[in-house]
């Protein structure tokens, strides 16, 4: 699993119904009770980093700073890391040469493609 896959898992991107809805049929529960569950089409993610920045001890500027945003996630914010998530979501070598433009390119198209994946994320932070 890629590290842009560990992130989409750690602000439940996927966590879909789908087990529920398998469990009330696997119980021959009556139809309209399976059409009833529909899978979570739209994760939240301004919400749920803002609660994990509530409940975390350091102050951590996720909004701006990938290397926050990856903290916040408990996931290895390191320049290898990182290197790493900008290899897999294809940034461009100039980029990739400078850790600060990587920085912010990293950040700006991990937001993108939450949003692309059916993240809720405002416009102010694409």
Do not use: Y
Not at 12 to 38: D, K, L, R, W, Y
Not at 49 to 74: F, H, P, Q, R, Y
Not at 89 to 100: Q, T
């Amino acid at each position: 699993m890629g590290i842009f896959s560990n992130i989409m898992a750690k602000l439940g991107f996927g966590n879909t119904n789908e087990e529920a809805v398998a469990n009330v049929a696997a119980t021959a529960a009556a139809p309209e009770a399976t059409a009833a569950i529909e899978p979570i089409s739209v994760v939240d993610v301004v919400a749920k980093l803002e609660g994990m920045a509530a409940a975390s001890a350091e102050k951590l500027n996720w909004k701006t700073s990938i290397v926050d945003l990856l903290k916040l996630l408990g996931l290895d914010s390191s320049l290898t890391a990182r290197k790493e998530l900008a290899s897999e979501l294809a940034c461009p070598a100039d980029k990739m040469a400078d850790s600060a433009q990587m920085n912010m390119w990293l950040h700006k198209t991990v937001l993108q493609k939450l949003a692309a994946n059916g993240g809720n994320i405002p416009k102010e932070l694409l």
